[in-house]
């Protein structure tokens, strides 16, 4: 095959290098996490409610560090890539004996309970069945989330690109423009007179423009589709 296939745990990853090229991740964490114990004691004692997120305390002196992500980075590779980040009970795939196993290996060795987790998968595992690269995650407050595992199989290597016109608006006029384009190439000259001149490319060129923006919209109108910057953390399926 000539691209390897796409392994989001290797992208995010390098995403979090980027972040953190010049900084202590672990260290990071602590310090963010002791000073907003202070903070959350007396917000708890003003408003004595329970919080709505929940956050698992792990023994940051026995955590792997290389897989710690906060949401930042994990929300820049669903936007990219058109995947979901969302709670467990929404996901509908399969969990192996392997994520088990591992939740229950992490639980012993940090002595906790987890609780909250959230996977990041294409927005298809969570309306069907299937296996494309799930990564399940735990809560550790702040933003930031513990990988705990991954399971299936990879993306498509050419992922990223297939789903760059999603992005955003602009993203989809640059997309429908270059389609329209390539399009207009492939018209054979003298197709609707006998010698074609520039003028007569770009009558074509907004012919074929109107004509894929039209399936494009229809398509998106019909289906309920929406932008990736849009579902990356919805739980509604109408937005696949």
């Known amino acids: 095959m000539?691209?390897?296939?796409?392994?989001?745990?290797?992208?995010?990853?390098?995403?979090?290098?980027?972040?953190f090229?010049?900084?202590?991740?672990?260290?990071?964490?602590?310090?963010?996490?002791?000073?907003?114990?202070?903070?959350?004691?007396?917000?708890?004692?003003?408003?004595?409610?329970?919080?709505?997120?929940?956050?698992?305390?792990?023994?940051?002196?026995?955590?792997?560090?290389?897989?710690?992500?906060?949401?930042?980075?994990?929300?820049?590779?669903?936007?990219?890539y058109r995947l979901r980040f969302l709670d467990s009970k929404y996901f509908k795939g399969k969990y192996p004996q392997s994520a088990l196993s591992e939740i229950k290996y992490i639980e012993n060795k940090h002595q906790i309970v987890l609780d909250g987790f959230k996977i990041i998968a294409p927005s298809k595992m969570f309306v069907l069945e299937k296996t494309d690269d799930p990564l399940l995650f735990a809560p550790m407050g702040n933003g930031y989330f513990y990988l705990i595992h991954k399971w299936g199989n990879d993306l498509h290597p050419l992922r990223k690109w297939l789903m760059w016109p999603y992005k955003s608006f602009e993203n989809l006029i640059v997309g429908i423009l270059f389609a329209s384009f390539i399009a207009t190439l492939l018209v054979p000259d003298g197709l609707f007179t006998k010698k074609q001149d520039f003028s007569q490319d770009i009558m074509v060129f907004f012919f074929m423009f109107k004509s894929i923006a039209a399936v494009v919209l229809f398509y998106g109108f019909a289906l309920g589709k929406n932008f990736n910057t849009a579902i990356w953390n919805s739980k509604y399926d109408k937005t696949q």
């Open 21 to 80: 090229q010049d900084v202590n991740i672990l260290a990071e964490v602590q310090r963010v996490l002791e000073e907003d114990r202070f903070r959350e004691s007396e917000l708890l004692q003003k408003l004595k409610g329970k919080q709505d997120e929940i956050v698992n305390t792990f023994d940051l002196s026995i955590i792997d560090q290389d897989r710690i992500f906060t949401l930042s980075q994990i929300k820049k590779i669903c936007i990219n």
């Open 2 to 19: 000539l691209f390897s296939k796409t392994d989001i745990h290797d992208k995010l990853i390098r995403e979090k290098e980027k972040d």
